[in-house]
């Protein structure tokens, strides 16, 4: 057989006895939900296959049958009949009602975390996402504990756009709206790497809006966070610093290496230490630790020239010894 033979031969026997596997269709079934979904999807695909094919074939049925021919007289019989009109009205009504059965369950079930759940809070931002775990840390990337339900309480910053977070191996998906709290919980069955992204058009970094989501059985998990909230105290700043710069998403917004490109909406950090920052308005500065300091609290008090009022506040979101740390990084960047 063929690879693409192989492959829709896979989709199709797989779509119909909706298997637990990664599939023509859709991604790895890596959450208690997928297949819950999953079986939601298929039921609905496989009745409008089903549906899509009977009429399509007996729409060419009749047009071939009861096409105009030489010598045959139209003839008006039909007026109605109860029977037809019941079935026809009767079968989709159940029908309905089980489509309606699927997807209510499921959706209940993925509303109502259990009162268990591990929880995350999540930040959105423009182009990133923070994940606080409850010992203060904050990461970047998602990890969170196998085999164990999760929630995680998600809010846009202030001031920030409407963002969303979507995990398609565990069939999530729900939007991040400034000034509210949204709430998505899944159970991963196993350890593994699976991809993040916001699914609101949120602006130029959009596409970029997207981190990985790393499953950790619990003992990695929590030898994880406790090294994680040392960082700060058992590395040189410099290097601290360079790992908050990712971590905070500074990265989505400015080079470090001197380019400038469209993908990047902030100035390159490269050289900036000590050189004389020219504003839209107001007199030129140098750039000293008070001068970074500003720009990650009050990013909209001095806007550097040729560039856009874009850069989010980061008040509250890093701590002064955080503050020191990415200055002591920026410093090395020669
Ligand atoms: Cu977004």
Not at 74 to 101: D, R
Request: hydrophobic share 40%; charged share 20%.
């Amino acid at each position: 057989m063929s690879p693409f033979a192989e492959w829709i031969n896979r989709g199709i026997s797989i779509g119909l006895f909706a298997q637990a596997e990664k599939n023509f269709w859709l991604p790895e079934q890596a959450s208690t939900f997928a297949p819950m979904v999953d079986k939601a999807f298929y039921f609905l695909l496989g009745i409008s296959v089903f549906f899509f094919c009977l009429i399509v074939a007996l729409m060419v049925a009749f047009v071939i049958l009861y096409r105009r021919r030489p010598g045959v007289e139209s003839q008006k019989t039909a007026t109605h009949n109860g029977l037809l009109e019941m079935l026809w009205l009767g079968i989709p009504l159940i029908i309905v009602c089980v489509i309606f059965y699927q997807g209510f369950k499921t959706y209940l079930n993925i509303r109502v975390a259990p009162a268990n759940a591990y929880e995350i809070n999540v930040v959105a931002r423009k182009w990133a996402y923070s994940f606080t775990y409850p010992n203060g840390h904050v990461d970047e990337v998602l990890y969170m504990p196998a085999d164990e339900p999760v929630q995680l309480i998600m809010t846009s910053a202030p001031g920030d756009v409407s963002h969303g977070l979507s995990i398609p191996d565990f069939r999530v998906n729900m939007d991040i709206v400034p000034g509210r709290y949204t709430k998505i919980w899944f159970h991963a069955l196993e350890e593994g790497e699976h991809q993040l992204f916001c699914t609101q058009y949120c602006g130029t970094g959009h596409s970029d809006m997207r981190t990985a989501v790393k499953v950790l059985k619990r003992p990695d998990f929590d030898k994880y966070l406790a090294e994680a909230e040392n960082y700060l105290k058992t590395m040189p700043p410099e290097k601290a610093g360079e790992i908050l710069f990712q971590r905070r998403g500074c990265t989505t917004c400015h080079t470090v290496d001197g380019t400038r490109d469209a993908a990047h909406v902030g100035p390159t950090l490269k050289g900036i230490w000590g050189h004389e920052a020219q504003f839209k308005a107001g007199p030129p500065q140098t750039v000293d630790e008070n001068y970074i300091r500003e720009s990650l609290l009050e990013p909209s008090a001095k806007i550097v020239a040729g560039y856009p009022d874009q850069m989010p506040t980061f008040k509250g979101l890093l701590k002064d010894e955080e503050i020191a740390a990415i200055i002591a990084y920026i410093k090395t960047l020669k």
